[in-house]
């Protein structure tokens, strides 16, 4: 088997001197875990075999005899002969003295990268067929037999793996749709001299009686090195072997964070399962994993998941797209601290980059799909070998596109983003109160399709006194909010006298004291508010109406502290009532405990942000009073 089944190196015949520094290797060296993951993952999602059921692509690391690796020592000669060849280059001496190491070790790291329900590579058998994806991944260089549209079509992705290789050593073992089962390593090197010729630096293993074409089926049962746990395959799909894997503490952890980073649409849609080591990424738990990373609420997973959950959807009434394209959804949540920028994801799932330099926006966070088959091929059209931009000079390489306006084309969907954009900052100019120490003093924000500011409805503030702050709405008048009080600005919240006052000459300061109010049902139970007892430096910044009975809420918490929220109604004669919540769930969909108008305990964190939505049992339309207190203990 030795004799037919080794490493083969074409000579160099009077060719260029090959170095390390492979243009497709060092295009990943920047980032190899994010790269590795991103480009493994594309090529998977587009070998799909059954449309109808989600690929997954799983991770593993693995620790072999390093005798084991096929052609041992023949490898070993071809190493020292690099080595010695380039012994005047600083790097490449170092890269090699380092390889030489490894490989004289009792064990070597291998990552095994499988995927399931995919085709494989097919056309292993058919070496002059340069459309085929064995010979696009395997046996040619900047070619690729992926049509436009899919993930990756450039042909530079299948070098991320060697990037990830500490000897540039990668096997390939696959089990294509028609049965066919094909083995092979490449080795990127460098040219070098052995028994006075020159050869190339990149070589093969394989079958040299038949100019180093794969082996297949049962031979690969055969070859020396065989261990049947690790190398055996009876599903269709493929496995790559990264020989020699660089392992960094954090490696697990920067895969997973790729994955959900550049395919969270795949995954949420469940056209992809990731699994990582032990950890497994699918539809059902990727929040969960997505919480496990570390400081996940800040992370872009995280917001893509509540931007597609929680954010208004795009296109809708007032703001369709172009008959141009034929499928765009965009997905757009506020927040305080959100980064005003959008994820730009192609039809297969993948992010491509994120759209930055929404001038005057408020802020937010937003997701962009694109579900159409055409605009997802145009666009693909328009994206350079790294996958990470839309450049709309490119169109014009491709047959049929002539006479196309990439230009308009693209710019058609970025402003129809803006516009869509532009709705969250109409809103906000009329809806929102958010500044600094006016917690207690929240008007209503409406989640409403309707944008059209003559028709609004201006919500009620409460009556409550502060000279010390104001409100500007864009485009209106400044109000001050004593301007809506009838009550002295002498009288303080929590101030005894006032209370006593006012309950002897009554509700609004007039009248028989001792007539008690007994208000509708309607009107909730009347309440006090005692703003200073046990309360935490934590405050609702907004109130968002969702509808009569729904609300949001958003608060900032300055302290790691657990708390009771409570929530009490001002009416316009500046009334303190106090409604039933009927339920609250936190932004993860999770319950929380109610009683009457209270909610929690709930576990605030430092410097964080939260939103709770709320539900209560009857209709309210009115300005919200918010303090949180201490848990008791």
């Known amino acids: ?294 400081n996940y609420e800040e992370s872009l997973p995280y917001l893509y998941y509540l931007a597609m959950t929680e954010g208004k959807k795009f296109p809708k009434e007032g703001y369709e797209y172009a008959s141009d394209y034929d499928g765009l959804e965009l997905y757009l949540l506020e927040g305080k601290d959100y980064p005003k920028q959008v994820a730009m994801f192609r039809k297969i799932g993948m992010r491509i980059f994120d759209k930055k330099h929404f001038q005057g926006a408020t802020n937010f966070i937003g997701l962009f799909y694109t579900t159409g088959d055409d605009v997802n091929q145009k666009l693909s059209e328009m994206e350079p070998a790294a996958h990470d931009k839309w450049e709309y000079q490119r169109s014009r390489d491709y047959e049929g596109r002539e006479d196309f306006n990439s230009r308009k084309y693209l710019t058609g969907i970025y402003d129809w983003m803006k516009k869509c954009v532009q709705s969250l900052v109409e809103i906000s100019s009329t809806e929102i109160l958010d500044f600094e120490g006016a917690s207690q003093y929240l008007p209503l924000e409406r989640e409403s399709d309707e944008l059209n500011l003559k028709n609004k409805r201006k919500d009620t503030f409460p009556k409550e006194p502060n000279n010390d702050i104001s409100i500007q709405n864009d485009g209106l008048v400044t109000v001050n909010l004593n301007d809506f009080s009838e009550k002295s600005t002498n009288e303080k919240s929590g101030d005894k006298k006032s209370r006593k006052k006012k309950a002897e000459t009554g509700i609004n300061g007039t009248g028989n004291g001792n007539r008690k109010h007994k208000p509708d049902k309607q009107d909730g139970e009347l309440s006090s508010l005692d703003t200073h007892s046990n309360v935490i430096d934590a405050k609702i910044n907004r109130i968002i109406s969702i509808d009569k009975k729904n609300y949001k809420l958003s608060i900032q918490s300055n302290v790691q502290e657990k708390g009771i929220i409570e929530i009490n109604i001002s009416d316009e004669t500046n009334r303190i009532l106090k409604y039933d919540i009927l339920t609250a769930r936190d932004s993860y969909g999770r319950s929380l405990k109610v009683k009457e108008n209270k909610i929690g305990p709930v576990k605030f964190k430092k410097g964080k942000s939260m939103y709770i939505k709320i539900e209560f049992k009857e209709e309210i339309l009115a300005a919200f009073k918010g303090i949180i207190r201490r848990e008791k203990k």
């Open 1 to 294: 088997m030795r004799g037919k089944y080794k490493w083969s190196f074409p000579r160099l015949d009077g060719g260029f001197s090959e170095g390390l520094n492979d243009a497709g290797v060092e295009t990943f060296k920047n980032d190899v875990y994010e790269s590795l993951a991103k480009e493994t993952i594309q090529n998977s999602i587009d070998a799909r075999l059954d449309k109808t059921k989600p690929v997954t692509i799983k991770f593993e690391q693995n620790k072999l005899d390093v005798h084991s690796f096929p052609n041992y020592q023949q490898y070993r000669t071809i190493l020292e002969e690099c080595l010695e060849s380039w012994r005047d280059n600083p790097k490449t001496r170092t890269f090699f003295e380092k390889a030489l190491h490894s490989i004289d070790k009792e064990t070597i790291n291998i990552l095994k990268i499988s995927d399931f329900n995919t085709t494989g590579l097919t056309g292993s058998k058919d070496l002059k067929n340069k459309n085929s994806n064995w010979v696009g991944l395997v046996k040619s260089i900047g070619n690729s037999n992926k049509t436009m549209g899919d993930g990756g079509a450039f042909g530079i992705g299948k070098n991320a793996p060697f990037a990830c290789s500490l000897i540039r050593t990668v096997f390939y073992n696959t089990v294509d749709k028609e049965g066919i089962r094909a083995f092979q390593g490449i080795a990127k090197l460098v040219s070098r001299t052995s028994n006075n010729q020159e050869f190339r630096g990149t070589g093969f293993y394989g079958d040299v009686s038949k100019d180093n074409a794969p082996i297949y089926d049962q031979e690969i049962n055969k070859l020396d090195f065989y261990q049947h746990s690790f190398f055996s395959r009876e599903k269709t799909g493929t496995d790559v072997f990264i020989y020699d894997f660089l392992v960094e503490k954090k490696w697990v952890s920067k895969i997973i964070q790729s994955a959900l980073r550049n395919f969270f649409v795949a995954i949420f849609n469940n056209s992809l399962i990731v699994e990582v080591e032990n950890t497994i990424i699918c539809k059902e738990n990727l929040l969960q994993v997505i919480k496990e990373q570390s």
